[in-house]
């Protein structure tokens, strides 16, 4: 028990070799799925805002029409 306790309080290595293949494996795999979920929330995100304005317009549009009734006055 005495033998492993001053090995116990060092620090170990802060860089090592496993650690950045790890990340790298990490990255790897996760900055394609992050780019494409980015891209589809964009997307979507478009499409709802132009549809928006689209469902705007047209209520612009039958507001600034007048209306039968008014026509025949």
Request: cysteine-free.
């Amino acid at each position: 028990m005495l033998v492993t306790l001053p090995s116990a309080t060092n620090n170990p290595p802060v860089f090592s070799v496993t650690n950045l293949v790890i990340l790298l494996v990490v990255a790897v795999v996760v900055y394609p799925l992050q780019k494409k979920l980015r891209e589809s929330v964009s997307r979507r995100r478009r499409e709802r805002w132009a549809e928006e304005d689209r469902l705007a317009q047209a209520e612009l549009e039958q507001r600034d029409r007048p209306s039968p009734t008014d026509e025949g006055a």
